[in-house]
DNA sequence: GATGAATGAGCTTTCATTCAT
DNA sequence: TATGAATGAAAGCTCATTCAT
């Protein structure tokens, strides 16, 4: 039994070094940019090694989104639980984590939201990571309306406005990394009072 | 004299053909998977042709990032003097023309603004088609705070965190197409009025 | 174990093989009329296996000359040990033996004495095959004025005309091919001796 | 007739241009590495124009071959004329002539002597510089003979062995540059002397 | 489970040359 | 006389991937 584990433990451990090797290169270099030999040097294994893995190149790429997506989802599962009584400050919350999770992992943010869909293949965001992000984004949006804290129309109207809006600080932050934006912190900070502010009142 | 002329205009016209197919596809495909010998095909002219035109393809991509912005730019100086007494108004329209052009010119502005800075080589926002295209934001925001109509501590913050949410609607409605959003007017006006109202009330 | 001998052996196998296959070439063809591709056809594999036997071609031009150098150096230790005594018969040995191994392996001559030279890269003669070739001549010599077979100022200046004079026989023989010479041991006769003689009388 | 005679001159003026800039580059880059279009953008043409004065670019290396011979023909020719009446000195100052046209003209020499035989295509060195130079030197050498200064069996060999050693120290000295050689005059002073010594005694 | 050898397809770019003007 | 436009061919090299071991 022990050598079975071990030998499994071993397999998911070398797994998962392709995978964050794979993630930092691809951010670093762009999907286009890392081939498979430069990717097996780096982890020191050879490229066919890669293949035992995973199928190919898309899939390990994909893996890699599923990947980043299970963190975002965890953390803003363990929000919501955390602040289910106050459906604004879950919904405040959310967005700055989301802005958070995205600096904190620009390779994992920008390789699913910002890469993937530029890529020629046929990428599918339904059922993808972007997707299940969202939702709660929209669940949070939708908990503040029946709470008469926020006044909208239309959940999802808003729910999506607020989605490209900090999807849109999120990545200016990760890929302009030359323009001169006020401090960081400042910036996020003035978006999601934007936006809060701007569904308060009507 | 015709001659020549009648020549200058036939290379004109080839240097704008080369552009233009470039364009769809450096979209289509993202600039890795265009290669010129494809894009040679494309327009059924010798991968040799293209270098009587452009340097190497660098320059070529960045010459469409200039003609993007030339006329980005131009809609939005045409916009400001129709507007010039009403700063609001020219806010306002200024975010839906920036989002106009983006969808409608959505080769131009994915090349532009979300392919080439995940490029590897050594692109440059400053002095590029986004900053250029950013100033006449920055500048109408001063405009609506100099007249009392917004409210705001700090102007560049707030052009911004405008900037954001714009380029983020933008390109979130062109990369990710298969996205059940709600009706494209629909989330650009929420997202616009989402922000204006944001800024009104302090 | 016996596999990765024998995987290995194969291995060298190859190399030598296109290491063989390139100095043919590259003699008959001269250093930038040989293509990857050519060679590789030439042997019957593809241009990618040349590749995971050498860096590039200029690291397969190089291999090519040491490789020249070293069967040149070995053949002159070999001689000086059998003559250590007769000093002189080295000497005349010695040329009789360089001009024999540049007609012997025209293309290695050719390849490092002729054409190196004259790539556009920065080939350096310093550490070379050639300045180690030489140096067995300028001990020669040397040894002949210490036993007083030779008369010379300078034993530098001696062992370079020495060295550019049967350069100069070898290298008539090997590329001017159509040139009415005289019998070819008649020629390399004749300069030997006119040489020696040269030296000895003063 | 004074338009038609300066519309030659001037045709004959860019022929001269093209030429003189092809030896410098030919030179300086190799045969292989200077392209019609790098060679009409140093003399500022067009490409096309090189083709109005030469057929391609083997007609163009074959002519600045020809020409570097008219020149050292010419020089040899002149000496001849000068020292008829002592033929030794002839031979000497005519091996000094040899190698000081090379040293002085390396492009033409190299291109000539060197190059040319390596080159893949058809060269034929009957009938060309290298044999009509050769002949100079096979004249002085009977000459010598025939007034007894000079012993030998066999003028042609004879001939031949000056004639490779003082290309081996021509060729050398252009090619091997960073070779630590001796003083220039220095070596040439040795092999000269080296030469005639070998040949007076008998 | 991991690897070394090998490949076909493709890349960007440059070449010598031609042709209509 | 000179040129600008254009091209087919080829260059050196790297890619993702497979297969036998």
């Not at 392709?18 to 286009?32: H, K, P, Q, T, V």
């Not at 430069?38 to 790429?61: M, V």
């Not at 293949?121 to 969202?134: I, N, P």
């Not at 607020?162 to 932050?173: E, K, Q, Y």
Request: hydrophobic residues 40%; charged residues 30%; proline residues 3%.
């Amino acid at each position: 039994m022990g050598v079975r584990e071990r030998r499994e433990r071993q397999k998911e451990e070398l797994r998962q070094e392709i995978l964050d090797a794979a993630r930092e290169m691809f951010f670093e270099e762009g999907y286009e940019n890392v081939s498979m030999r430069k990717l097996a040097e780096r982890i020191e294994y050879s490229p066919t090694t890669i293949y035992l893995h995973f199928k190919d190149k898309a899939e390990l790429f994909n893996q890699l989104c599923d990947e980043s997506f299970a963190k975002l989802a965890l953390r803003l599962e363990k929000l919501q639980k955390r602040l289910s009584r106050d459906p604004l400050a879950f919904l405040r919350e959310g967005l700055r984590a989301y802005i958070d999770f995205g600096l904190k992992h620009p390779h994992h943010y920008a390789v699913t939201f910002i890469l993937a869909p530029t890529r020629g293949d046929d990428y599918q965001f339904q059922g993808s990571a972007g997707e299940r992000a969202f939702s709660y984004m929209r669940g949070a949006v939708a908990l503040c309306v029946a709470k008469g804290e926020l006044q909208t129309a239309d959940i999802d109207a808003t729910a999506q406005a607020i989605w490209a809006s900090i999807h849109g600080v999120t990545s200016l932050l990760i890929t302009h990394k030359d323009f001169p934006f006020v401090p960081k912190n400042k910036l996020i900070e003035e978006t999601i009072e934007m936006i809060v502010r701007g569904l308060q009142t009507r």
